[in-house]
């Protein structure tokens, strides 16, 4: 067995994910056993079969690179690996798999990746910027999992647009397509699916 312990964080960028891939392809051609330390989420995720996640030397969860990415079961992984948007709430109802959620934001319907949610409890609604996309101006109420706003801010990143869309009080950070209108100010709707929004327990 290898153990590697942040063994490409001296290196720049692009030499960085060239060496993440070699060192993929070299263990799966030898069939190797391997613990890699790392800090760099994007590179756990590249490189692993199964990713432990810890915090404060104590097991927090662990699972397949998917699994952890789409659907943690706590607050800290979701914000460790990738970006989130946090959103508090209680739960109004639970059933069928599904959680309804109420929150400052309006009521969100998601799912409970812990199975061990109920009625009444307090938590964090978890929904990464790539699973909200705009919508187009409803007509009457703002159905479930719509959220409206403000475009505030808006960066070309290449692949997308990263920008963050002011709700109330909470600012969320989504990707849009680079065609969009980027005008600051101009009025937006994101929507979400209910298999995009996790609900997590609240953590202390």
Known sequence: MLLFDEPLSNLDARLRMEMRSELRRIQKQTG???IYVTHDQAEALAVSDWIV?????????RGRPLDIYRYPRHVFTAQFFGTTNLIAGTVEEA?????????????????????????????????????????????????????????????????AVEAEVSCQDAT????????????????????????ACLVLPEES
């Not at 996640?53 to 969860?61: F, L, P, Y």
């Not at 187009?136 to 706003?149: C, L």
């Open 32 to 34: 190797l056993s391997s």
């Open 95 to 159: 059933a069928a798999g599904q959680l309804k959620v109420t929150t400052p934001l309006g009521a969100v319907v998601g799912i409970d990746p812990t199975h061990s949610i109920a009625r009444g409890a307090k938590v964090r609604v978890s929904i990464r910027p790539e699973d909200l996309s705009p919508l187009e101006p409803p007509g009457g109420s703002v159905p479930v999992n719509a959220f409206e706003g403000l475009l505030t801010f808006a960066i070309f990143a290449g692949t």
């Open 172 to 195: 969320l950070q989504c990707l849009l397509n680079r065609e969009a209108d980027l005008t600051p100010g101009r009025a937006i709707t994101l929507r979400a699916r209910a298999d």
């Open 53 to 61: 996640v810890m915090r404060d030397g104590h097991i927090i969860e």
